[in-house]
């Protein structure tokens, strides 16, 4: 026995490792991509002067009240800054990807080290997480979201778990580090208790019901983390804010990462890819299946076919599922060795690309002399592009719009759109907000009305993008 506890623990310390290097492989597609810097920009003012709840980055809104709803880790985000001058980002995306992976693992080890070539594979499908490697606010909400997950199913699992009852905590930091989704605290444990209701077996799927001491817990924890999100500095409208951004149908239709998935784009079949796995691991696997894991299963694709923002669920959804579904097998000889000889390879990958890590860790929508270029320049009422908004607010720059979509959708997101796209009335609303510079990407219809009209002149141009001067007031 002693033998089998020492291979266990070995084994543990192996694919931890094993895990770790994937997340290396991994935050080496860290982008800065433009929402990173408006991110970093606010937490510095916040840092130093305080919550904010009204917008001092636009021109335009400047003073209209904004729900800060990621305030917390915008200040996470500007402290790693001040620590790691340099590597910032990559060193957030590492400590965030660990921090959730090595969550996953140890809140479902037993079944994980059941199979351990199978769980080798799940933990490469992470590699999902590749078009979410920015340095956002959702890295942190990912843990937080595992954390709930792991205190929900050690409660269904085991009526006397006491975990659940850090929930409430967990609402809270949530509610601010990231507002928008902190409603996931509670709606899970409805979800849970709702489907614990359920006594039956049909075929391959059955369903027990909960205990009483279960249904009590899920309940009244549910019932505080209600309350618990009014706890952060917006108050109640923290509670309604993601009900009403679900809501909002010009964000979700013009923000890429709230577009549906779409099968007929290659980009979106690796999460076809991960549904399709799942499918079968259920549909082969000799167990009966839970009708708690499938409802939570069939939650997470519904969730991931409306929105690609949502893909990671499906992955953290199921990290608690699927590992469950495959067989017992015997701890395989040289497991141990091969566990380390691909955690090397995966290192060695981010080691030999170092180069192009720093590259795209450095990539930016705006070169350094347009930069300068504006600041010389001054302008009052300048016309950007939704993209240049995050790059130009870290420069001290007022916008016309930048990556907070749901604060700008109320007031001149549509505008924006249609000056953009050069709709109908693009001339008259252009007159409308009187703009002194135009920042446009040469690839919008703008920058064609803009290169052949006499009223503006070409002060910077590069390839992708020219900045213009109205030289008749």
Known sequence: MKKNKKIDKKLVITFTIFVISIVVFLVMFMKSESDYYWHIK?????????????????????????????????????SFKCIFPTYHLLVYGFVFMSSLLLILFFANKDSYLKNIHFSMIWVTFSALFISFMQGRPHLISFNLLALTLWFLYD????????????????????????GGSSNLSYLLCFIFLIVGLFNFERSKVVMHRISKKQIIKYLVVALVCMLCININIHGFKM?????????????????TEWFPTNLNNPDNWPYLCLVVFIFFVLLLSKKKIDFMDLALFGIAVVLGFKSIRFWSYTYIFMSFVVCNYVEKKKIPDGIYGVLIIVSIAFIGLFVSNWNLVNKQLNEKYLDDGVITKIKEEKPERLFNMYNYGGELIYNDIPVFIDGRADLYSKYNYQNYLRISISKPDYVSLIKL?????????????????????????????????????????
């Open 155 to 178: 409660t269904y699992r085991n009526e006397d778990s006491k975990l659940i009852y850090f929930l409430p905590l967990v609402t809270i930091i949530w509610a601010n580090v990231h």
């Open 433 to 473: 907000y009187k703009f002194d510079y135009f920042l446009v990407d040469k690839d919008f219809p703008i920058s064609t009305y803009l290169q052949y009209n006499p009223d503006y002149i070409n002060i910077y141009d590069t390839q992708e993008f020219a900045l213009y001067k109205k030289t008749v007031n």
């Open 42 to 78: 606010a937490g510095e003012y916040m840092f130093h002067n305080g919550i904010l709840k009204r917008d001092v980055f636009s021109w335009y809104l400047s003073g209209t009240y904004w729900m800060s709803h990621e305030w917390l880790s915008e200040i996470i985000l500007y």
């Open 239 to 255: 509670f309604i804010y993601p009900y009403q951004n679900m809501m909002d149908k010009t964000m979700l239709s013009n923000v």
